[in-house]
């Protein structure tokens, strides 16, 4: 098994790559994930929580990515942008200034984490986009749980403000929108 360093830096992490069919990425991984588990308040009430994760290929090396996690006590993670395919991971680069910067990788986990799709963040920055008991770092979707986009699904998300800031920014060579 290969191993592959997706974020550099202080707080580098590793990704194992997992054997895949031939082809871009951005196809492989598309579809929407999801993760119900049972949730609470510190008030003591009890709901249900899904998670959801989104991607879409905007091209061979590219794909929005759109992830929402909740946290107990109504505490949120909420990030979305283009990321780049780098290896087996989408890198997403977000935020412009030192409160929002974040570099979040997807991709294949390994050992407990195999069959799933895991999350590792860097920077502080990833924080921003959290509620206080919230952490993008470690989060991961069952690759059993991709759906396919419905065409539905496809022309909301096109037809989005935040998706098209995405797709201008990264064109750009900018960070995603904060």
């Known amino acids: ?82 990321a780049d395919a780098r290896g087996e991971a989408l890198v997403l680069k977000s935020g412009d200034d030192e409160l929002s910067r974040c570099t979040l990788a997807i991709g294949p986990g390994a050992g407990k984490d195999r069959g799933k799709l895991v999350f590792v963040a860097d920077g502080t920055g990833c924080n921003y986009y959290c509620g206080a008991r919230g952490s993008l770092d470690g989060a991961a979707f069952a690759a059993a749980s991709r759906r396919p986009l419905t065409p539905a699904q496809r022309r909301k998300i096109v037809a989005g403000d935040d998706y098209k800031a995405a797709l201008t920014a990264h064109a750009a060579g900018k960070p995603a929108p904060a």
């Open 1 to 82: 098994m290969r191993a592959l360093s997706i974020i550099t830096g202080a707080a580098a992490a590793v990704l194992v790559l997992a054997a895949g069919p031939a082809g871009d990425l951005p196809s492989r991984l598309e579809g929407r994930y999801t993760h119900s588990f049972a949730n609470g308040l510190v008030t003591g009430e009890h709901f249900r929580s899904t998670e959801t994760l989104v991607i879409l290929r905007t091209a061979p090396d590219a794909a929005w990515v759109d992830a929402h996690l909740e946290f107990f006590n109504g505490h949120e993670c909420n990030i979305s942008g283009v």
